[in-house]
């Protein structure tokens, strides 16, 4: 059996858009087995990628070299006997660990020095010539093809991530739904987080009053805020603003920031109505569960990372500033989100979940 290693990236949106990558080889490489390394925190996307054979969840830390587990990883992945391994980050770091286990094809992009670790390597195209992070994944697996000299027709491409959620996590969220007596058939799931930095968060002034109408618009609406540890204040904030305008609507929110792992996260996401986010991992996530969702972008390329689902609206101002790719605004006025309004949003959501 051919068998193939991937080298996960360190982003919870690019493991997302590395899914259609692994769907393509599986379709194209016959008989070939995935495993992938990846970091506990995109290990649950790998999880829900019915492709992958098994992941090898590693405490790899971002910025470390950590170079004794590396190596040790590297002796037990030597003994599996690896045709080809997929590096998707750019670092050395990441090239290390398929170089050490001596494994023959060590396919990825040009990055940082590491010359000879990968041997079958791409130009990385410059950021202003950016092709679509699901397109530059796929570009690896026609190197691949072209590496092992095979002679079958050309690479046949899955461009839209896939994820499947496990029934023991559903039953898990569903259990929490239950104690927080909210029904499972109007949830509005908000994400107001986005782990790049401030320029990619629509203000969560704006969040708190899309709830607000979300609630008014039929009262057996509840919604669920989403996000990690450092979210949680962006879902107090908004419970915050609902409380002073109309306390009793607390009862239909619940604010889980910081409180679900990300497999259930995923699940939340799969059995809501609608999802609005920010452009983040959880965006990524709600276009591969194919969830109705209101994508907001500001200083991001929605050309370059789109919502890949026809399910998924984008709202973009394309002012003339953006896209910056910077954390915080260099201009200091934000008005690539401010701009979009809660009205604006609530709009959109009506016109995904009525096209």
Known sequence: MHRILIIAPNWIGDAVMSQPLLASLLSNFHQCQIDVIASAWVAPIYRACKEVHEVFEVPL????????????????????????????????????????????????????????????????????????????????????KNAENTST??????????????????????????ERNLSEQAIYTLCPGAEFGPSKRWPVENFALLAQKILKKNKLNSIIILGGPSDKIFGEKICSQIFKTNPEDLSRIYNLCGNTSLDEAMAFINMSASLISN????????????????????SSDPYHTPPLSNKAKVIWLNLPCSPCHKRDCPLGHLKCLWGISPEQVFLSLNESENP
């Open 61 to 144: 830390q971002h910025g470390q070299l950590q170079f004794k587990l590396r190596y040790g990883l590297a002796k037990k992945i030597k003994q599996q006997n690896y045709a080809a391994c997929i590096v998707l980050p750019n670092s050395l770091k990441s090239a290390l660990i398929p170089w050490m286990a001596e494994i023959p094809i060590r396919i990825g992009y040009l990055g940082e020095m590491r010359f000879g670790l990968i041997n079958r390597s791409i130009p990385n195209p410059s950021r202003s010539h950016r092709m679509p992070m699901v397109e530059r994944y796929l570009a690896l697996a026609d190197s691949l």
């Open 279 to 298: 452009d983040s991992g959880l965006m990524h996530i709600g276009a591969a569960l194919q969830v109705n969702q209101v994508a907001i972008f500001g």
């Open 153 to 178: 027709g050309p690479i046949q491409f899955i461009k839209n991530p896939s994820l499947h959620i496990s029934n023991h996590v559903t039953e898990s969220v569903l259990q929490k739904l239950k």
